[in-house]
């Protein structure tokens, strides 16, 4: 009785066994697919993850520096300032500074958050102003280099100047420069020196106080003065200015007629 019952346990056991192992072989054939498709999944959310987190520490990139030159202030008369540009102005700027035709000096450094920078250049407009490629990638650079030293930046080619920085990873990335504490104003048609303005009116100063010891009478008060720009001709305080002079009506840091 006893071997009979084992006999019938044994045949049972591998009959379960039988009717249990195509469930087990189809269980398994479903597990793997899924393992596949968990473990691509599972490095498709890695490669984003480390993807934007590289463009992430790309976009975290620093950029400030100043322009330094004559401007025209808002009352009129000629100043010098440097003035501090960055990525971002004040809310609203009460200041109003106006670029004269003449070149600035601009100098200035760019600072990652942590990729490598592998390039820089910087730019008027559509003009390059100035570019360096280092042999050794690095988190940090001036513009220029070279210690005391700047970069002309021409008023004719106007004022958004843009950096350019090229990564470790081989993207660019383009970063407007903006003054912080002013805002630009329209640059003045007068492509002269207007140095030239406050030059005229101290020799005119001069002479009415010196100008007897040299000769009496010697005055520049009513006498014209001719200054040659960029492919133009300014008169100042001519009496009857040929056609194709026209009075000019903006302000002055001086009282002068000007055509």
Not at 33 to 42: D, E, I, N
Not at 178 to 184: A, E, G, L, S, T
Not at 208 to 232: N, S, Y
Request: positive net charge; charged residues 25%; proline residues 7%.
């Amino acid at each position: 009785m006893g071997s009979r019952e084992q006999s019938v346990k044994s045949v049972n056991s591998a009959l379960l066994f039988v009717r249990v192992e195509p469930e087990c072989r189809l269980a398994l054939e479903d597990v793997v697919p899924m393992k596949v498709f968990v473990t691509c999944l599972g490095l498709l959310l890695l490669t984003t993850m480390t993807s934007s987190g590289v463009e992430d520490r790309e976009r975290s990139l620093e950029v400030s520096g100043a322009l330094r030159g004559y401007f025209l202030a808002e009352d009129g008369q000629v100043v010098i300032r440097s003035v501090p540009l960055s990525q971002q102005s004040q809310s609203k700027p009460s200041n109003v500074l106006c670029p004269l035709w003449a070149s600035y000096y601009l100098t200035g450094s760019v600072r990652s958050g942590g990729q490598n920078l592998l390039q820089v250049k910087l730019l008027s407009g559509q003009k390059l102003l100035w570019q360096q490629k280092f042999d050794r990638p690095r988190q940090q650079a001036t513009f220029p280099q070279e210690e005391g030293k700047f970069i002309g930046v021409p008023a004719r080619d106007g004022m958004p100047i843009q950096v350019e920085v090229t990564w470790a990873s081989g993207r660019r990335q383009m970063v407007g420069l903006i003054p912080f504490d002013v805002r630009w104003g329209a640059l003045p048609p007068l492509r002269v020196d207007w140095l030239d303005f406050l030059r005229i009116a101290e020799v005119r100063r001069l002479l009415r106080e010196k100008g007897d010891q040299i000769w009496k009478g010697f005055r520049a008060d009513r006498v014209p003065f001719l200054l040659e720009g960029d492919r133009q001709w300014i008169l100042v305080d001519h009496p009857k200015p040929p056609a194709g002079f026209a009075r000019y009506q903006g302000k002055l840091p001086v009282p002068l007629s000007v055509h």
